[in-house]
């Protein structure tokens, strides 16, 4: 969808971003999006996703910017990961059905490298770079595989974010008996409590589905 020719050198290059498949995750990347072109208007922007996720996302874009931020499908079946036909983002999948989409997530790598050789092949160059949903930390290695950098964005805020990855990577509640316990990364005096955490953390154990996943995709950045 779109056109991504741009004019001109000056600042130019294509940037190619990759949100998670969560319409809280979607739409701030196409807020992103929209400030790169509004400040680099000489840069192609392409914003790849599953094709259902493309839908919604050209939904909310005006003529204008569909012709000025591209939309890519990657291909995605949901069927072949044991979700629901058509699954394709968070909304309305229990809790344990979003830790498959989690983990499905990576079957992306190869589209994504199709991809990006093909804008490679369009532009006779290769793309700046990816700007990645921090959750996807498989990524890292697509770009680098193209010799270009991978840039993470994420979508929360900074203190909640470095609690939620400290929080899964250290596990420090299960380090003690006490309801409240520190958090690495903050201050002593900061005080977490075990009522806070999410079911999925509090019975974490680093075999876990939700462990290996935080674990394999913060450690790849």
């Known amino acids: 969808m779109g056109s991504c020719a741009v004019d001109g050198d000056t600042g130019s290059g294509h940037i190619v971003m990759l949100p998670f498949m969560a319409h809280g995750h979607l739409i701030p990347f196409l807020s992103l999006a929209r400030t790169f072109r509004k400040y680099h208007p000489n840069l192609s922007i392409s914003i790849a ?8 996302l050209g939904s909310t874009m005006s003529f204008s910017e569909s012709r000025e931020i591209c939309l890519k499908e990657l291909h995605y079946c949901s069927s072949d990961h044991g979700l629901p036909p058509d699954t394709e983002n968070t909304e309305n999948l229990s809790l344990d059905l979003i ?11 190869d589209p994504l490298a199709q991809l990006l050789s093909e804008i490679s092949a369009a532009d006779g160059r290769k793309p700046v770079c990816i700007i990645s949903d921090v959750i996807f930390g498989w990524s890292v290695e697509v770009a680098r595989g193209f010799g270009i950098k991978c840039f993470s964005f994420c979508t929360g805020g900074a203190y909640g974010t470095l609690a939620y990855v400290s929080l899964w990577l250290n596990l420090p509640h299960r380090k003690t ?45």
């Open 99 to 109: 830790g498959v989409l989690f983990g499905s997530s990576s079957s992306l790598a």
């Open 177 to 221: 008996d006490s309801d409240k316990f520190a958090v690495p990364g903050f201050p002593e005096q900061c005080r977490f409590h075990r009522s806070q955490l999410h079911r999925f953390i509090r019975a974490a154990n680093r075999t876990d589905h939700w462990s290996m996943y935080v674990h394999t995709s913060t450690m790849t950045r």
């Open 49 to 56: 996703a599953t094709p259902l996720n493309v839908r919604y």
